[in-house]
């Protein structure tokens, strides 16, 4: 998996923000012209997919073991608290 795939797994898997535009327009003379722009923050929150495919691609699931694979559904509820945690401020 190439850096860019894995940079935009891992923002999706941790949550972000993004701003979402709304354009209106009107035709005037064949023109078009801008009748109103809305800009309202989006919060995205985190992807368990996401965070699933990140660590699968580090190391296959199926290789860890009963312990191993507790630990990292552990690790993956912590990275999910502490995205939930900054949407919240």
Do not use: N
């Amino acid at each position: 998996m190439d850096e860019e795939m894995k940079a935009a797994l891992r923002r999706r898997a941790l949550g972000f923000e993004t701003d979402e535009v709304v354009e209106e327009f009107a035709f005037q003379e064949g023109e078009a012209v801008l009748l109103r722009r809305k800009v309202t923050k989006k919060a995205v929150p985190p992807d368990v997919t996401a965070a699933k495919m990140l660590s699968e691609e580090e190391t296959p699931l199926s290789a860890l073991s009963d312990g191993e694979l507790k630990a990292e559904k552990e690790r993956l509820l912590a990275l999910l608290r502490e995205g939930e945690e900054k949407d919240a401020k």
